[in-house]
């Protein structure tokens, strides 16, 4: 079975910079869609970026100009970069990416931003 494997979080001062990646425990080809969640403890978990196979990129109100959402060449492994870290940022952040209609899960990874 299948499974993203996310990687980056940890701990950083407010203002800093952390890059999350994630990959699938083995190829198996061209994700559709490639998107980071992140969610709080009592809270829904919401979408804070996505990146289609073609490049197209969509971002929540929150994060935009401070978070990219990119891709490697092989369409695969997605990843995050996020500057400008504030303490509202801190969360479990998931990867989700589909094949298909057929959607992964990462296990999370957790970033504490510290003021």
């Known amino acids: 079975q299948v499974q993203l494997v996310e990687s980056g979080g940890g701990l950083v001062q407010a203002g800093g910079s952390l890059r999350l990646t994630c990959a699938p425990s083995?190829?198996?080809?061209?994700?559709?869609?490639m998107a980071w969640h992140r969610q709080v403890p009592g809270a829904q978990r919401e979408l804070v970026a996505r990146?289609?196979?073609?490049?197209?990129?969509q971002y929540a109100d929150s994060v935009k100009d401070r978070f990219t959402i990119s891709k490697n060449r092989l369409g695969n492994t997605v990843y995050l970069q996020m500057n400008s870290l504030k303490p509202d940022d801190t969360a479990v952040y998931y990867c989700?990416?589909?094949?298909?209609?057929?959607?992964?899960w990462g296990q999370g990874t957790q970033v504490t931003v510290s003021a």
């Open positions: 083995r190829n198996i080809g061209v994700f559709k869609v």
């Open positions: 989700n990416s589909f094949l298909g209609n057929v959607g992964y």
């Open positions: 990146i289609s196979a073609g490049g197209e990129t």
